[in-house]
C-alpha cells in the first residue's frame, strides 16, 4: 500500500541529517504487526513468553554475532512488542572473520552498519 498522509499518520521521530552510524546507545521498539499478542501474555502481572517471544528475544541477542562493533543491551519482550537498546561501538576491529576459502564470512562483518541495517536484519 502506497503512503497516503490521510490514512497513515505515523511521524517518523528520527533526527533529520542526523548520521545513525554513531557510537552511541539507540533505543529500538518493534510492533508486532497490527500490534497482535504474538509474542506472549500477561498472567497475575506478569510476562509469560510463549515461543515466538523467545525467539524474538534470541535472535535480537545474536545481532552482534552479525555486526562486530554493535553490542545490545537491556531487552524487553511485551505480548505484543519488544524494546531493545543497541549499541553501536568505537571499537572497531580491523582483523576480519575469514573462511577457508579467504574470504569474510559475513558481508556484515567488518563494516559500521546504520542503525537501520541493524533492525532492517533483524526483522528480515
Known amino acids: 500500500?502506497?503512503?497516503?498522509p490521510d490514512i497513515h499518520h505515523r511521524r517518523s521521530i528520527?533526527?533529520?541529517?542526523?548520521?545513525?552510524?554513531?557510537?552511541?546507545?539507540?533505543?529500538?521498539?518493534?510492533?508486532?504487526?497490527?500490534?497482535?499478542?504474538?509474542?506472549?501474555?500477561?498472567?497475575?502481572?506478569?510476562l509469560k513468553t510463549n515461543q515466538q517471544g523467545d525467539i524474538v528475544y534470541q535472535?535480537?541477542?545474536?545481532?552482534?554475532?552479525?555486526?562486530?562493533?554493535v553490542d545490545i543491551d537491556a531487552t524487553i519482550v511485551m505480548p505484543n512488542h519488544f524494546h531493545g537498546i543497541v549499541v553501536i561501538l568505537d571499537n572497531f576491529d580491523i582483523n576480519r572473520e575469514i573462511n577457508e576459502e579467504g574470504e569474510e564470512t559475513?558481508?556484515?562483518?567488518?563494516?559500521?552498519?546504520?542503525?537501520?541495517?541493524i533492525v532492517a536484519y533483524f526483522k528480515y
Not at 500500500?1 to 497516503?4: A, S
Not at 535472535?59 to 562493533?69: A, G, K, S, V
Not at 559475513?106 to 541495517?117: D, H, R, T, V
Request: with cysteine.
Open 14 to 46: 528520527r533526527l533529520q541529517k542526523y548520521n545513525y552510524t554513531h557510537s552511541g546507545a539507540y533505543f529500538v521498539t518493534i510492533c508486532a504487526q497490527d500490534r497482535k499478542c504474538i509474542f506472549g501474555e500477561i498472567e497475575n502481572g506478569n
Open 1 to 4: 500500500m502506497k503512503y497516503n
Open 59 to 69: 535472535l535480537w541477542h545474536q545481532i552482534p554475532e552479525h555486526f562486530q562493533n
Open 106 to 117: 559475513s558481508l556484515l562483518l567488518g563494516k559500521k552498519p546504520m542503525l537501520g541495517q
